[in-house]
């Protein structure tokens, strides 16, 4: 892996075997050509699948991955943590490998970040088909008690998919879920935040 990336992706994940090869691939399509000088690090999260075996597969064949694959499951928060202490770049975009994502609105958040943000949030459009009651209701009343205990208005405080100024996330130190608050914890330590559509 190359020593110095214009852009981490840092990719937490927990028995995504079946998904890593597309992701990878997807990711890897959509960066390349724009571009950008960039590194993936994996963090397997105490996978009990084939993810660890996949994923050494994939950093043999592209020299911008690193994985880091660790024995337990220790959480979202804590596999971020150790992912950001590994990266090289001076953004740092954290996204899951779900499939759930699309790679290409990662330009989108680099853009805001281009523009002077040192903080970019995704806001996931097109949810709940069918799940209006299940999921859209409870996933709107979460952030307007998130935006509002935190003094941060986002749309979607859940996405994952967000883009960081490194010297950001080094001021941090997660705990628990607290990946879920990122944003709100960087606000308060005056970093400028927007939220792109994706």
Known sequence: MKSKAEISIVVPLYNEAKNLKEFYSELDGVISADGKDYEVIFVNDGSTDDSHKILLDIEENANCVKVLSLKKNIGKAGALELGFKLVSGDIVVIMDCDLQYDPRDIKSLLNKIDEGYDVVSGWRQNRWKGEFL????????????ISSVGQMELHDHGCTLKAYRREVLLRLNLKGDMHRMIVVHAAYDGARVAEVPV
């Open 134 to 145: 299940t999921r859209r209701i409870p996933s709107v009343v979460a952030n307007k008690i």
